[in-house]
């Protein structure tokens, strides 16, 4: 069983009012804006959404097996009188705008774009593993950038030091871009525990920022 600290940091998808993804907040925020009836709480079965407020999604988690709720898909927080589901999605009621579409450079997202992956030798490493490499040293130049930094292990690191690849005969296993979207919210879409957000995120023309 989840604790119940990590289930209240559970990740929830947040649409504006136009059913469009705008952020991913924590179980708890969601909660919060559920309680003051500032979203609702999204159920997809299939390809149909319901939106529920939150006493009759408290409702829904209570009489969960005669709803046909699989307590597998959700996690679960526990109260003094019951116990709640935490929502995959939420729609906000009066928020119909969309945030900046930009993505920030973070070592967190050039980790997730490059997938955990040395950009030298390929290998794909934890994240304590790696460090984050200048393509072109700053000491030549190079600035902080997506299209200048990149994953790199700490012996691939050692052996390039203050060199440009083509220097240290190291070629890049791919050229590094500014991602489209957050690379986190495409890796979380890939698992099954997030299936339910990819009709909202799939789609090319906007990005979801993490907050």
């Known amino acids: 069983m989840i604790a119940q600290g990590a289930t209240l940091n559970s990740h929830v ?21 559920l309680f003051r009836d ?13 939106g529920y407020d939150f006493e009759s999604w408290t409702d829904l ?11 597998e898909h959700y996690s679960w927080v526990s109260t003094v009188r019951f116990d709640i589901a935490v929502p995959k999605i939420i729609r906000l009621l009066g928020y119909d705008r969309l945030p900046k579409q ?8 050039i980790f997730a774009r490059d997938h955990n992956t040395c950009q030298y030798c390929g290998h794909k490493f934890p994240t304590q593993e790696l460090s984050l490499d200048h393509v072109v040293p700053r000491s030549q ?8 930094l990149v994953c790199c292990c700490v012996d691939c690191n050692s052996r390039k030091g203050g060199r440009t690849p083509k220097q240290a005969r190291m070629a890049l296993i791919r050229k590094p871009v500014k991602p489209k979207r957050n690379p986190v919210i495409s890796l979380r879409v890939g ?6 957000w990819r009709a909202f995120v799939d789609n090319a023309y906007w ?4 907050k």
């Open 38 to 50: 500032l979203a609702e709480a999204i159920r997809c079965d299939d390809a149909s959404y319901t």
């Open 191 to 196: 698992s099954d525990k997030y299936a339910s």
């Open 141 to 148: 130049g190079g600035g902080s950038s997506w299209v200048n």
């Open 13 to 33: 998808l947040v649409l504006n009012k136009m059913w469009m993804a705008i952020r991913v907040v924590d179980a708890k925020r969601a909660f919060s804006l």
């Open 102 to 109: 930009d993505v920030k450079l973070n070592r967190r997202n």
């Open 207 to 210: 990005s979801v920022e993490l």
């Open 61 to 71: 988690s209570q009489a969960r097996e005669d709803h046909g709720v699989n307590e």
